[in-house]
């Protein structure tokens, strides 16, 4: 797919709804009583993979046009699935399932697509084996596929050595099925969407410091989930309207949570004019509107806690580093060597090629802006956040640029370029 430089972006957007929260919505409505229903839910490879799954662990699931609803089957109460659970693209869905099936009274095998099967699962592997789970990589190479034996659980209190919610997800809700309680301590506090749906939901979650700790065996209840806007979804749009002279976007109902708007610090730290509008609280997730207009950047440095806010958005911040005067340093990233590609190389390559001043670190990347990009060919390796964040590097710089395996964008935003374009008229 090609993209050349564009003219003053204008227009307001409503961004499919938050990819954590579909999932977690489909994931603990299947584990509670009752009917929930999943408004703004998004339609995306990664969510649809989370459905498929439970459909096989013996849950009711209806996709309609207006919601999901999700006939739950209790704590207890999913079945044998008859062949493997395929995960498709979502680490989110092989981490955090890995956890509920590890509980279970039935064996599973859980396998997803060539980049789950490169992702390190030992990072969850290693702490439900702590809880007596019996989880086996059937290639021996701590990966997808995996063999998952369910057992009778043990609280633990477990110290991660990586922020990372889908481990501490995956122990949590291990820990539904665990004799005692069970609490996770982090470096740093990554998204919490598990621990205030979980509650929503009728689960005991307390949280006290970088430590959250459940309680086992809640009786959950089925809810009406209202899901946001995906504020990583959102980061392209705004990224656009930061960098494309004369742009001015709005940006309807989007999450900001405390544990995922690390992008909003960034861009204002650079310099950026955002303004948040209609701000409100809906399930205990804080949405607002955000209104964007273009701004002269500066460059920064990212790293530390803010790095778990904005995991997935350091992609398209390297993308504004190359358009702010001075230099951008992102460090502490390592965790984006292990997504769906090597985030830092593939980000380093590609923007090279686009002729910025760019070099790799060995957990992250420094960025001298200010030099102007030109039109290249974009290597996504299938990667969604790589090819949305060329799209956007692409509309601030001269020539045309190519971008290869662009459906992938399908994962989590599949109208991405039509409304991209909507934006352009």
Request: glycine fraction near 10%; proline fraction near 4%.
């Amino acid at each position: 797919m090609e993209f050349t430089k564009t003219k003053a972006l204008k227009g307001e957007i409503t961004v499919p709804g938050d990819k954590s929260i579909s999932h977690r919505a489909v994931m603990f409505g299947a584990l509670s009583l009752g009917t929930t229903e999943v408004r703004n839910f998004l339609q995306g490879a990664d969510c649809l993979s989370t459905i498929s799954c439970f459909k096989k662990l013996g849950v009711d699931i209806e996709n309609t046009p207006d919601c999901i609803r999700i006939h739950g089957k209790g704590l207890h109460g999913l079945t044998a699935p008859a062949d493997t659970l395929d995960t498709g693209n979502s680490g989110t869905t092989t981490r955090m399932i890995s956890g509920i099936l590890s509980g279970q009274s039935f064996e599973s095998i859980l396998n997803g697509d060539e980049s789950i099967q490169k992702r390190p699962m030992k990072r969850i592997i290693d702490p439900l084996s702590m809880m007596g789970a019996e989880l086996i990589s059937i290639r021996d190479n701590g990966c997808a596929p995996l063999r998952i034996i369910g057992k009778h659980l043990h609280g633990i209190h477990y110290t991660s050595p990586v922020a990372s919610a889908q481990v501490k997800s995956a122990v949590l809700l291990a820990g539904l099925y665990a004799d005692t309680p069970t609490s996770v301590t982090e470096p740093f506090v990554s998204r919490n969407h598990s621990e205030i749906m979980l509650n929503y939901f009728g689960g005991n979650v307390t949280c006290k410091g970088t430590t959250a700790t459940i309680l086992p065996n809640p009786v959950l209840k089925g809810q009406s989930v209202s899901v946001p806007g995906d504020i990583s979804s959102a980061a392209y749009f705004i990224a656009a309207g930061l960098i494309v002279p004369g742009s001015e976007i709005l940006i309807k109902n989007v999450g900001i949570n405390p544990t995922r708007d690390g992008l909003l610090h960034v861009c204002r730290e650079m310099g950026a004019d955002l303004t948040l509008l209609n701000e409100n609280c809906d399930n205990g997730e804080p949405t607002a509107d955000i209104l964007v207009r273009h701004s002269s950047l500066k460059g920064i440095t990212v790293g530390g806690s803010m790095i778990p806010t904005l995991i997935d958005e350091l992609p398209v911040v390297a993308v504004l580093a190359c358009f702010a005067k001075g230099t951008t340093v992102i460090k502490d990233a390592q965790e984006l060597k292990v997504k769906e590609s090597n985030r830092i190389d593939v980000m380093v390559n590609n923007l090279a090629s686009m002729g910025a001043d760019i070099q790799a670190t060995e957990d992250g990347m420094v960025i001298k802006g200010g030099t102007g990009l030109h039109g290249s060919i974009i290597k996504s390796h299938k990667d969604h956040r790589i090819a949305m964040s060329f799209a956007i590097a692409a509309l601030a710089s001269s020539g045309t640029t190519h971008i290869e395996d662009a459906d992938c964008v399908n994962i989590s935003y599949p109208g991405f370029y039509q409304d991209l374009a909507r934006l352009n008229n």
